[in-house]
């Protein structure tokens, strides 16, 4: 009891921590970040040029349709001179995209918007990126340039041009961004719970990390940057040739994680990053196949990315990567061995004392209603089967964490 009390008391004293860093950027500093970028696009500052890159794969006509026409919608209305570059694999893509805007943006201006295919040569979402970085330095970049990395399936928001390319222009040390996200979910309703749920824990954790003008991710639906960084061999590098050396298993490169890489390329650099609230990018999830292994197989992925990543932002240093973010990530190794121990725990004591398990199970069910009520003031959409959902979501993540290490 002692043990597990001394846990629970770390663990949710943190996460309070993080709560109170999250309503003091968002009633304190972000107003005032927010009317200063607000002002200086009133008086009429834009990015010389805006560069998009977009990769998509055999993605659905619709949601294509979609994506693209809430970028040309918002370029049309801003007037910024914007290139959009998609990478594909294949013509299916191309096709569809070719034939929406010529039937759909015949009234845009050449000047205003080009649009560029880049069919990529080798296999991989990460060297279709080093191509059209690539591509962007040979049309010509300022470094003063934007530039938007953003997936197929990423449905922008109301004016999420204009909430994120005037940060740049109010803050001329600002290097980088990332947004809010909300998912639309075509699968089952507790997916769709769950994403609800992990989307608003995204933005607690977010809002407190921008305290430290750092994020833990460029989140890879839609992040912003300054183009002096495409000028750089290594920044394309770092994405499309990016790789571990194990003592055991030797070389190997990243097959995804882009935005992690993104992100460990600027910690490396110092720069300072944001994140911008009210910039909503929509997650279009089609979930066909079995619910659980697809929620499985996202935590590989995004445990796997983060577990590489964060192992080489641990050895930066506090100094580089700062003091509350690196321990941010030295906390997220940590946290999933404390999350099995509590369990585990308990199960030992229920052999000696078998009603222990029960008080156990109240703990944990009253615990998880509580970080639920702080986790309801940041989703659009609230669900009583959060809390299961919640301790449920903490053991599978910490159970794949383990597993890949």
């Not at 500052?45 to 805006?50: G, K, V």
């Not at 993104?262 to 944001?274: C, D, E, S, V």
């Amino acid at each position: 009891t002692l043990t597990l009390g001394t846990l629970g008391v770390w663990r949710f004293g943190w996460w309070f921590t993080h709560a109170i860093r999250a309503e003091i950027y968002r009633k304190v500093r972000w107003p005032r970040m927010r009317a200063r970028a607000d002002s200086v696009w009133a008086q009429g500052w834009r990015p010389r040029r805006l560069h998009i890159q977009m990769t998509t794969y055999y993605e659905e006509p619709a949601i294509t349709k979609r994506v693209i026409g809430s970028i040309l919608g918002q370029i049309t209305r801003e007037k910024i001179p914007t290139t959009l570059y998609i990478g594909t694999g294949s013509s299916y893509d191309e096709l569809i995209i070719r034939s929406f805007v010529e039937t759909y943006a015949q009234d845009i201006p050449d000047d205003l918007a080009e649009l560029v295919f880049i069919r990529q040569n080798q296999p991989g979402k990460r060297m279709a990126i080093g191509l059209i970085l690539r591509a962007i330095n040979r049309n010509g970049v300022d470094p003063d340039d934007l530039v938007i990395f953003m997936d197929g399936d990423a449905l922008y928001g109301t004016d999420v041009l204009e909430k994120t390319l005037s940060m740049f222009g109010a803050d001329p040390e600002l290097q980088a961004l990332t947004t809010d996200e909300e998912g639309i979910c075509y699968g089952p309703k507790w997916i769709a719970n769950w994403l609800d749920m992990r989307f608003a824990q995204r933005r607690l954790a977010m809002l407190s990390h921008a305290l430290s003008d750092k994020v833990l991710t460029l989140t890879g639906r839609m992040s912003v940057f300054r183009a002096q960084l495409m000028l750089s061999e290594k920044f394309i590098r770092t994405i499309e040739a990016d790789h571990l050396d194990h003592g055991w298993w030797g070389r190997f490169r990243f097959l995804s994680g882009d935005d992690k890489s993104t992100w460990y390329h600027m910690l490396t650099r110092g720069a300072k990053m944001t994140y911008v609230p009210d910039a909503t990018v929509y997650t279009i999830e089609v979930i066909k196949e079995n619910g659980l292994e697809r929620m499985i197989q996202n935590f590989r992925r995004w445990s796997g990315n983060m577990l590489r990543n964060g192992t080489r932002a641990i050895a930066l240093g506090p100094r580089k990567v700062k003091p509350f973010i690196w321990w941010c990530v030295v906390d997220q190794r940590i946290a999933m061995w404390t999350m099995m121990g509590s369990p585990t725990l308990a199960l030992l004591a229920t052999l000696t004392e078998p009603f222990y398990l029960w008080s156990a199970l109240i703990w944990v069910l009253f615990s998880r209603i509580v970080l639920c009520l702080f986790l309801c003031r940041y989703s659009r959409r609230v669900d009583l089967s959060w809390p299961l959902i919640l301790y449920f979501n903490q053991v599978i993540n910490a159970s794949v964490k383990i597993f890949m290490i």
